[in-house]
């Protein structure tokens, strides 16, 4: 089992820039590839960014490629999205993620979930 807490959100200038962070629970943290998505009002989740276990090569959708950087810290038990130049299209609620398959893009391989943290970005 893996408890996860997003943290971070809040509301920012566009252009602006906000670091969000993800705390898991469980001696298990580093076995699991860790992800972000996010749901902005009326639409579906989307994913953000993943990372596998060992680091090795992170995922970013396209829309946010070369504007956010994720990471994690295994010794932690913590996960870190950076966001930077943030636009209004970046406003949602962002999901930190937990799940099993390597270094996957799909919501539906994701095991363990967050309660969600808000970011709004104003223009």
């Known amino acids: 089992q893996v408890h996860l807490v997003e943290s971070g959100g809040g509301l920012v200038q566009s252009g602006g820039s906000l670091r969000l962070s993800c705390a898991a629970s469980?001696?298990?943290?580093?076995?699991?590839?860790m992800a972000w998505f996010r749901q902005a009002p009326g639409k579906e989740r989307e994913f953000v960014a993943s990372?596998?276990?060992?680091?090795?090569?992170?995922y970013y959708a396209d829309s946010v490629k070369g504007r956010f950087t994720i990471s994690r810290d295994n010794a932690k038990n913590t996960m870190t999205l950076q966001m930077n130049s943030l636009k209004p299209e970046d406003t949602a609620v962002y999901y930190c993620?937990?799940?099993?398959?390597?270094?996957?893009?799909?919501?539906?391989?994701?095991?363990?979930w967050g309660q969600g943290t808000q970011v709004t970005v104003a223009s």
């Open positions: 469980g001696r298990t943290f580093g076995r699991y590839t």
């Open positions: 993620a937990a799940g099993a398959y390597y270094n996957t893009r799909s919501s539906t391989n994701y095991n363990y």
């Open positions: 990372i596998p276990w060992d680091g090795a090569t992170t």
